[in-house]
Protein backbone atom coordinates (compact mmCIF):
# COMPACT_ATOMS: atom_id res chain seq x y z
CA UNK A 1 0.00 0.00 0.00
CA UNK A 2 0.94 3.74 -0.35
CA UNK A 3 0.91 6.55 1.80
CA UNK A 4 1.96 9.89 2.43
CA UNK A 5 3.23 11.55 5.77
CA UNK A 6 3.74 15.46 6.02
CA UNK A 7 6.14 16.06 8.89
CA UNK A 8 4.35 18.83 10.82
CA UNK A 9 0.83 20.07 10.99
CA UNK A 10 1.64 23.61 11.00
CA UNK A 11 4.67 25.36 10.34
CA UNK A 12 5.13 29.45 10.90
CA UNK A 13 7.48 31.56 8.96
CA UNK A 14 8.16 35.12 9.01
CA UNK A 15 7.62 36.97 5.29
CA UNK A 16 10.23 36.51 3.36
CA UNK A 17 11.68 33.45 4.79
CA UNK A 18 11.99 30.40 3.43
CA UNK A 19 9.13 28.22 2.59
CA UNK A 20 10.04 23.97 3.85
CA UNK A 21 7.05 21.41 3.74
CA UNK A 22 8.38 17.71 4.19
CA UNK A 23 6.81 14.91 2.08
CA UNK A 24 7.81 11.60 2.28
CA UNK A 25 6.14 8.58 0.68
CA UNK A 26 5.94 5.20 -0.09
CA UNK A 27 5.12 3.26 -2.80
CA UNK A 28 6.27 -0.09 -4.26
CA UNK A 29 6.62 1.75 -7.79
CA UNK A 30 8.11 5.20 -8.68
CA UNK A 31 5.51 7.12 -8.25
CA UNK A 32 3.88 10.24 -9.04
CA UNK A 33 4.19 12.88 -6.82
CA UNK A 34 2.09 16.64 -6.42
CA UNK A 35 2.00 19.15 -4.09
CA UNK A 36 -1.70 20.52 -3.93
CA UNK A 37 -2.75 24.03 -2.20
CA UNK A 38 -6.07 24.87 -0.34
CA UNK A 39 -6.77 27.93 0.71
CA UNK A 40 -9.68 29.01 3.19
CA UNK A 41 -12.96 27.67 1.97
CA UNK A 42 -11.54 26.58 -1.31
CA UNK A 43 -10.83 23.27 -3.05
CA UNK A 44 -7.42 22.13 -3.52
CA UNK A 45 -5.46 24.01 -6.59
CA UNK A 46 -2.25 22.17 -7.92
CA UNK A 47 1.57 23.69 -7.40
CA UNK A 48 3.05 21.33 -8.97
CA UNK A 49 3.61 17.42 -9.74
CA UNK A 50 6.09 14.96 -10.94
CA UNK A 51 5.55 12.63 -13.52
CA UNK A 52 9.55 10.98 -13.92
CA UNK A 53 10.89 13.47 -16.11
CA UNK A 54 13.20 16.21 -14.00
CA UNK A 55 13.34 15.57 -10.22
CA UNK A 56 13.53 19.17 -9.68
CA UNK A 57 9.97 20.04 -10.50
CA UNK A 58 8.79 24.43 -10.57
CA UNK A 59 5.28 25.04 -10.09
CA UNK A 60 3.32 28.10 -9.67
CA UNK A 61 4.40 31.01 -7.18
CA UNK A 62 7.42 30.21 -6.83
CA UNK A 63 7.39 27.30 -5.17
CA UNK A 64 9.84 24.23 -6.05
CA UNK A 65 9.92 20.28 -5.19
CA UNK A 66 12.95 17.61 -5.35
CA UNK A 67 12.00 14.04 -5.97
CA UNK A 68 14.76 12.38 -3.84
CA UNK A 69 14.56 8.12 -4.61
CA UNK A 70 17.33 7.37 -2.26
CA UNK A 71 15.30 9.51 0.57
CA UNK A 72 12.14 9.02 -0.73
CA UNK A 73 11.06 12.21 0.07
CA UNK A 74 9.32 15.17 -2.46
CA UNK A 75 9.93 18.09 -0.28
CA UNK A 76 8.65 21.62 -1.36
CA UNK A 77 10.15 24.77 -0.91
CA UNK A 78 9.67 28.41 -1.63
CA UNK A 79 12.51 31.21 -1.30
CA UNK A 80 10.84 33.80 0.25
CA UNK A 81 7.24 33.44 1.84
CA UNK A 82 4.56 36.14 1.00
CA UNK A 83 1.54 36.49 3.06
CA UNK A 84 -0.20 35.20 0.14
CA UNK A 85 1.15 32.20 0.40
CA UNK A 86 -1.02 31.63 4.08
CA UNK A 87 -2.80 28.29 3.07
CA UNK A 88 -3.00 24.33 3.67
CA UNK A 89 -0.52 22.34 1.37
CA UNK A 90 -1.00 18.82 0.92
CA UNK A 91 1.35 16.26 -0.88
CA UNK A 92 -0.22 13.04 -2.96
CA UNK A 93 1.10 9.86 -4.25
CA UNK A 94 -0.59 8.45 -7.22
CA UNK A 95 1.48 4.56 -7.05
CA UNK A 96 1.15 1.19 -8.67
CA UNK A 97 0.15 -2.21 -7.12
CA UNK A 98 -3.23 -3.01 -5.36
CA UNK A 99 -3.10 1.40 -5.25
CA UNK A 100 -2.81 1.17 -8.91
CA UNK A 101 -3.42 5.35 -9.84
CA UNK A 102 -5.23 5.93 -6.63
CA UNK A 103 -4.23 9.43 -5.32
CA UNK A 104 -3.47 9.08 -1.80
CA UNK A 105 -3.13 12.48 0.07
CA UNK A 106 -0.83 13.42 3.15
CA UNK A 107 -2.86 14.12 5.90
CA UNK A 108 -1.85 18.25 5.06
CA UNK A 109 0.59 21.13 6.64
CA UNK A 110 -0.54 24.72 7.10
CA UNK A 111 1.44 27.18 6.73
CA UNK A 112 1.08 30.45 8.70
CA UNK A 113 2.98 33.32 7.56
CA UNK A 114 3.67 36.38 9.85
CA UNK A 115 4.86 39.87 8.73
CA UNK B 1 -17.93 24.56 -17.76
CA UNK B 2 -14.51 25.76 -17.34
CA UNK B 3 -13.80 24.07 -13.81
CA UNK B 4 -15.50 21.47 -11.44
CA UNK B 5 -18.86 22.33 -10.20
CA UNK B 6 -20.44 21.13 -6.96
CA UNK B 7 -23.55 21.76 -5.67
CA UNK B 8 -24.57 22.02 -2.84
CA UNK B 9 -21.60 24.39 -1.50
CA UNK B 10 -23.49 24.14 1.98
CA UNK B 11 -26.16 21.62 3.26
CA UNK B 12 -27.23 20.87 6.82
CA UNK B 13 -29.41 18.24 7.30
CA UNK B 14 -30.78 16.08 10.26
CA UNK B 15 -29.46 13.25 11.57
CA UNK B 16 -31.28 9.95 10.07
CA UNK B 17 -32.22 12.07 5.80
CA UNK B 18 -30.84 11.21 3.03
CA UNK B 19 -28.84 13.55 1.03
CA UNK B 20 -27.66 14.20 -2.86
CA UNK B 21 -24.31 15.90 -3.79
CA UNK B 22 -24.02 16.31 -6.70
CA UNK B 23 -20.87 17.25 -9.32
CA UNK B 24 -20.29 18.80 -13.03
CA UNK B 25 -16.57 17.28 -14.13
CA UNK B 26 -14.60 19.25 -16.74
CA UNK B 27 -16.03 18.92 -20.31
CA UNK B 28 -14.50 15.92 -21.89
CA UNK B 29 -12.46 14.75 -18.39
CA UNK B 30 -13.37 11.03 -18.54
CA UNK B 31 -12.24 10.23 -15.05
CA UNK B 32 -14.15 11.07 -11.69
CA UNK B 33 -13.16 11.26 -8.48
CA UNK B 34 -15.11 11.47 -4.70
CA UNK B 35 -13.01 12.81 -2.08
CA UNK B 36 -13.84 13.24 1.50
CA UNK B 37 -12.43 16.48 3.80
CA UNK B 38 -13.13 16.00 7.65
CA UNK B 39 -11.07 17.21 10.61
CA UNK B 40 -8.56 15.29 11.69
CA UNK B 41 -9.01 12.78 8.59
CA UNK B 42 -7.08 14.62 5.86
CA UNK B 43 -8.38 13.46 2.25
CA UNK B 44 -9.93 10.17 2.11
CA UNK B 45 -10.67 8.26 -1.02
CA UNK B 46 -14.32 7.47 -2.06
CA UNK B 47 -15.06 6.15 -5.51
CA UNK B 48 -13.75 6.64 -8.82
CA UNK B 49 -15.09 6.92 -12.49
CA UNK B 50 -13.53 6.31 -15.27
CA UNK B 51 -15.31 5.99 -18.92
CA UNK B 52 -17.32 2.97 -18.83
CA UNK B 53 -15.31 0.75 -16.56
CA UNK B 54 -17.23 -0.24 -13.34
CA UNK B 55 -16.51 2.27 -11.02
CA UNK B 56 -13.89 1.63 -8.16
CA UNK B 57 -15.94 2.19 -4.77
CA UNK B 58 -12.92 0.58 -2.33
CA UNK B 59 -13.10 3.50 -0.21
CA UNK B 60 -17.16 4.38 0.32
CA UNK B 61 -16.94 3.80 4.21
CA UNK B 62 -20.25 1.65 4.43
CA UNK B 63 -23.51 0.85 2.62
CA UNK B 64 -25.11 4.01 3.16
CA UNK B 65 -22.70 5.80 0.53
CA UNK B 66 -23.57 5.51 -3.12
CA UNK B 67 -22.26 7.20 -6.16
CA UNK B 68 -23.54 7.03 -9.89
CA UNK B 69 -22.57 8.66 -13.60
CA UNK B 70 -24.66 9.47 -15.59
CA UNK B 71 -23.27 9.42 -19.42
CA UNK B 72 -20.04 9.78 -18.51
CA UNK B 73 -20.18 13.45 -17.25
CA UNK B 74 -22.40 14.43 -13.90
CA UNK B 75 -22.11 12.29 -10.94
CA UNK B 76 -24.54 12.52 -7.86
CA UNK B 77 -22.76 10.96 -4.23
CA UNK B 78 -25.92 9.85 -2.21
CA UNK B 79 -25.65 9.35 1.35
CA UNK B 80 -28.64 7.68 3.10
CA UNK B 81 -29.65 7.98 6.73
CA UNK B 82 -26.78 10.38 7.85
CA UNK B 83 -24.82 10.18 10.93
CA UNK B 84 -23.01 12.99 12.28
CA UNK B 85 -19.88 11.66 11.70
CA UNK B 86 -20.98 12.07 7.91
CA UNK B 87 -20.05 15.88 8.14
CA UNK B 88 -17.17 16.61 6.44
CA UNK B 89 -16.77 18.70 2.85
CA UNK B 90 -17.17 16.33 0.07
CA UNK B 91 -14.65 17.06 -3.15
CA UNK B 92 -15.43 15.76 -6.60
CA UNK B 93 -12.35 16.37 -8.81
CA UNK B 94 -12.00 15.01 -12.49
CA UNK B 95 -9.08 14.52 -14.60
CA UNK B 96 -8.69 14.29 -18.51
CA UNK B 97 -7.48 10.65 -18.59
CA UNK B 98 -7.54 8.26 -15.84
CA UNK B 99 -5.06 6.38 -13.36
CA UNK B 100 -1.52 5.93 -14.03
CA UNK B 101 -1.43 8.47 -16.43
CA UNK B 102 -0.13 11.34 -14.36
CA UNK B 103 -2.94 13.49 -15.33
CA UNK B 104 -3.90 16.40 -13.01
CA UNK B 105 -6.72 16.13 -11.13
CA UNK B 106 -8.53 19.19 -10.85
CA UNK B 107 -11.21 19.80 -7.79
CA UNK B 108 -14.25 21.13 -7.03
CA UNK B 109 -14.53 23.63 -4.45
CA UNK B 110 -16.37 21.31 -2.72
CA UNK B 111 -19.95 20.80 -0.65
CA UNK B 112 -19.95 21.39 3.07
CA UNK B 113 -21.95 18.97 4.89
CA UNK B 114 -23.07 19.27 7.95
CA UNK B 115 -25.62 16.46 10.08
CA UNK B 116 -26.95 17.61 12.96
Known amino acids: AQSVTQLGSHVSVSEGALVLLRCNYS??????LFWYVQYPNQGLQLLLK??????LVKGINGFEAEFKKSETSFHLTKPSAHMSDAAEYFCAVEGGGTSYGKLTFGQGTILTVHP | GAGVSQSPSNKVTEKGKDVELRCDPISGHTALYWYRQSLGQGLEFLIYFQGNSAPDKSGLPSDRFSAERTGGSVSTLTIQRTQQEDSAVYLCASSLEGRGSGNTIYFGEGSWLTVV
Open chain 1, 50 to 55: YTSAAT
Open chain 1, 27 to 32: SSVPPY
